[in-house]
């Protein structure tokens, strides 16, 4: 990968924005996704291979209480930050019927499944880590960037969407947006708020190497 390509590829601290749409997105649906909005049905998928050797689809899950969805990828130094936090974030809630899928829909080679799978082991992921080739997971959620996150209520519509947290860095993190939804969710309540602009690394689709 050029220099030039890895610095576009790969923006720390949030300066690329989910401002724009996948492509093929409709007129705006929310305030900073344009294919997706909260209170509807999340996008159905199926048949994307997880790092554990078997493919997964949606409703994999139907037994989990809440359902994270994290648009996500090996290189991106902004999701690089965010791994210890989704490990912890299933060791408090997994108890609780929490599940969590990491997905990748980058067709770059450090991204693809092989190399997702070393990741996995070295990081100890403790949540399933799943890639689309297709890359149709991603556009069809309005992700833009990585980490871009989708919170799932019981009836699986979407109750959250947008960043993690509010600061890639853990120890000037003052809202917890995710586990602050998760914690609604668990007891009978919205969240608040239900979206917020995600931050992270470029989704390049179509790109290939």
């Known amino acids: 990968m050029s220099a030039g390509l890895a610095w576009r ?25 344009r294919k ?13 291979a997880g790092v554990d050797g078997r493919k997964h689809c949606l409703d994999d899950y139907k037994k989990a209480s809440v359902l994270i969805i994290a648009f996500t990828c090996n290189q991106c130094p902004v999701s690089q930050l965010y791994e210890d936090r989704f490990i912890h974030l ?9 599940a969590l899928v990491a997905i ?17 082991k070295k990081m100890r992921f403790n949540y399933d880590y799943l890639w689309d080739p297709t890359q ?19 009836n699986r519509n979407i109750a959250y969407m947008g960043r993690f947290d509010d600061n890639i860095e853990p120890d000037k993190v003052q809202r917890e947006y995710v586990q602050d939804a998760v ?5 009978g309540k919205r969240p608040d708020p239900s979206e917020t602009r995600a931050t992270g690394c470029g989704i390049e ?5």
């Open 104 to 120: 990748s829909c980058s067709l770059l080679p450090p991204d693809r499944l092989e190399k997702m799978k070393e990741r996995a």
């Open 9 to 33: 590829r790969f923006v720390v601290f949030g300066i690329v924005t989910a401002l724009g749409a996948a492509p093929g997105a409709p007129a705006s649906a929310a305030k900073f996704n």
């Open 205 to 209: 689709y179509g790109k290939r190497q």
């Open 183 to 187: 914690r609604a969710l668990l007891s």
């Open 136 to 154: 149709q997971t991603g556009k069809d959620y309005g992700a833009t960037v990585t980490p871009q996150v989708f919170v799932l209520d019981q």
């Open 36 to 48: 997706v909005d909260v209170g509807k049905p999340a996008p159905e998928w199926k048949g994307l």
């Open 90 to 98: 299933m060791k408090e809630y997994k108890p609780h019927d929490v």
